[in-house]
């Protein structure tokens, strides 16, 4: 009986590990989640350069796409419908294309659609 109470103890504490450093490695504001991807100013757009590019994205019309998930950092876009957009030069040189998803405007790796900045 001893035995099985020790086993059971064993089993119960190595579920848990995993579970408590699952809950930890939640997304942080400024990287992604999986091949860990972290925004720095000369990645993405930089503070001085957000109001007039948000300006831009008015001006160009660019619809806005909805979607059920909440719009954050490391959050992957849907494969089919929506448009992603070149980030002109003007902002920044940038590998990122940009939409604006349930009104907020985000830059996206292309390959894997994962949102890398949500521009404030």
């Known amino acids: 009986m001893r035995n099985r109470i020790l086993a059971v103890a064993a089993i119960?504490?190595?579920?848990?590990?995993?579970?408590?450093?699952?809950?930890?490695?939640?997304?942080?504001?400024?990287?992604?989640?999986?091949?860990?991807?972290?925004i720095?100013?000369?990645?993405?757009?930089?503070?001085?350069?957000?109001?007039?590019?948000?300006?831009?994205?008015i001006r160009e019309k660019v619809p806005t796409f909805t979607i059920?998930?909440?719009?954050?950092?490391?959050?992957?876009?849907?494969?089919?419908?929506?448009?992603?957009?070149?980030?002109?030069q003007t902002y920044g040189q940038t590998t990122y294309r940009y939409t604006v998803v349930n009104g907020q405007t985000v830059l996206v790796e292309p390959r894997t659609r994962r949102i890398v900045q949500v521009v404030d």
């Open 12 to 38: 119960i504490g190595v579920i848990g590990a995993p579970i408590a450093a699952q809950a930890q490695s939640d997304i942080t504001t400024g990287a992604a989640r999986g091949n860990t991807v972290v």
């Open 40 to 57: 720095t100013e000369s990645d993405g757009i930089g503070p001085d350069r957000r109001p007039a590019f948000r300006e831009y994205v």
């Open 68 to 88: 059920p998930d909440r719009v954050v950092v490391g959050g992957v876009l849907p494969e089919a419908g929506i448009t992603y957009y070149d980030v002109p």
